[in-house]
Every structure is written in structure tokens, then in C-alpha cells.
């Protein structure tokens, strides 16, 4: 079985190297033909190598930009995030002094509010002082009064008239 497959694969590889091979014969028309294609073919293809060139130039140019860009929005990021971190503190910062502001507001009005209390018991003591005050001078006056009519009544007291 070995001797016949080896037989076989060499009669296969053999037979066709016996093929005659046929001759080709190009004219000149054809050669020309061939030549200007092939011309056509090298031209469009310098336009298509062109082409490329740019396109390769163009996406490298649009990789720089795009890098550019890149580097710009992470630069733009880190300042967004240092402007929200700074915009959080003086949001705290506001809010305390907010409250801080609140409580004196609050104690103030307290403290004003015990001092008008104050004041008003004042004005109370002073209007009842001074209504003593002139009652009392109102009563001495009156004894002062009083007592010169007494001494005039006994004659001790001599008033001139004009």
C-alpha cells in the first residue's frame, strides 16, 4: 500500500512537469497598452500615497490638538475641583459667621431689651423723685409762706410798699 501511494503522489507531482507549457507572444500595441496602464497605475498610486500622506499628517496634526485639548480639560478639571473645594470652604465659612452673626444679633437684643427695661424703670424712679422733689418744695414753700404771714400777722415782719 506504501509502494502504490508513493507511485501515485509521484506520478501526481510528475505529470505536470510533462504539460507543455504554451508560449505567450505579445505585440507591440498590446506592450504600449500595458505600459500606459501601468504608468496610470503608478500615477494613482503617487495620488493615493499623496492622499495618505496628508490624511497621516492631518490625524497626527488632530492627535496633537486632541492631546492639547486633553491636557487643557485635566488642567481645567484639577481648577474646577480647587474652585469647588474653595467655594465649600467659604460656604462653611459663610454659614458659621452666619450663625455667629445670628447668636450676637440675638444677645444684643437680649441686652437692649434689659436696658430698655432698665431705662424705663429709671425714667419711673426719676418721675417719682422729681414729683417728690417738687411736692416737697411745693410743702416747704408753702411753710415758707406760711411762717412770713405768721410773722407779719405778729408784726416781726415789715414789708415796705412803694
Known sequence: ???ICLF??????FSFQLV???EYIITERELIELETICQNLQGINQTQEK???GLNMS???AKRQAA???TALQKAQKLQQNLTTQLEAEKKASTDLLKSYNKYEKEQDAILTKK????EGLKETVYRRTLALFIAIGIIACFGVALLVKLYMKGKL???FP
Open 1 to 3: 500500500m506504501k509502494r
Open 158 to 160: 415789715k414789708i415796705p
Open 68 to 70: 492639547n485639548l486633553k
Open 59 to 61: 490625524l497626527q496634526k
Open 116 to 119: 430698655q427695661k432698665r431705662i
Open 8 to 13: 501515485l503522489s509521484a506520478f501526481v507531482l
Open 20 to 22: 507543455p507549457q504554451q
Open 51 to 53: 492622499q495618505i500622506y
